[in-house]
């Protein structure tokens, strides 16, 4: 803190008046030679859509290590029931089974490109079963809390007044539903783009928002001991639910494998959309060493540079998980801001500048004038809401 005291022995001396730094801060950030000096590496850099383009570069990168993550926290948790207690979950132990899940994403994005569009299917279908049938099994072995507490019952234990600590909880609730601008980044490889790509974005919002419903519902009438879940050696709620219900570490095990095996799913489509945006962005020459990025494997047909330079760094990300906890959170949450800002910035710009200065031609599929217009704004007030609240959360 600053104060007028005068200067003591082994203290540095009062040398510099209010001008002087006046003087030394503008020195530093001198607005008009910043601009002078910038102006020639921003006119050729790209403009919005460059910046845009690498906003989204960073949420895939972050979202990737996310996937990858929770895949390896389930894993950890099946290992620690099917052992009994016997296995402890360590952090570098956790860390290499990160490094196993992202390493099958790289293989199959390599070598298995054959089948990628079959397994894409498989996990959808996968996905779709594991939670029907967890739901049934918790459904059907637990004891249930009542339907006051699930729909009505507001718990707030953050500290913060309850319209903040609810603005807050939105993050999660965000980070369910990135990752739709996938489908936009394969464009390249869909026989009707045009038309099923808008409508795959439209169907994977649906699909993820009625399962997320009904599942965290029934979660919900299952925390009947939270403090319990919470202290959990498994470090997985659903896991601990799941063995508190049931009674039987096989069930735990098995349920807690498939849904590890979604998450593998996931990391593995992130590596697949991740690259192909980094080949993409280096083929229009947005990226360092560009002509490396944009090459295509001739015989596999596939961006094998830009998935292992994406390997690369998810890897060298996932080591913050061997540090602070708060700082591998705070990534973790980073790959909703990232992605959500990239989703809100063309939005707005067709908000501004119309329709008609986008489109060349009549789409094939709209949602029509109303609902497209209502649903651009919703988007982009919630982006600018929600922004500001995860950013100064700290300051609330």
Known sequence: MATDAPAQEGHLQKRFSKITMIGMAFAILNTWISLAGSIGLVMPSGGSSFLVGWTNI??????????????????????????GGSYEITQWSTYLMFVAVSIVGVFLNIFGYPILNRWNEGALYWSLLSVVVISIVLLATSPKTDAEFVFTNFSNTTGWSDGTAWMLGLLQSALSFIGWDAVAHMTEEMPRPSKDAPQAMVAAVLVGGVTGIFFIIVMLFCFVDLDLLLASPTQSPLTEMILQATNSRAAATVLTVAVALCFVNGANGCVTSGSRLIWAMARDGGTPFSRYLSHLHPKLNVPVRA??????????????????????NAYIASCTLFLNLSYAAPVLILLIRGRQMVLSQPPEFSLGRVKGYIANYTAVIFVAVTSVYWESSSYL
Request: hydrophobic residues 65%; neutral net charge; charged residues 5%.
């Open 58 to 83: 960073a949420g895939w990168l972050t979202l990737n290590t996310t996937a990858a993550y929770f895949g390896a926290r389930f894993l950890a948790a099946a290992a620690v029931v099917g052992s």
């Open 307 to 328: 998935i292992v330079v994406q390997a690369i760094f998810n890897l060298l990300f996932g080591l913050l998980y061997l540090g602070p906890e708060v700082a591998f």
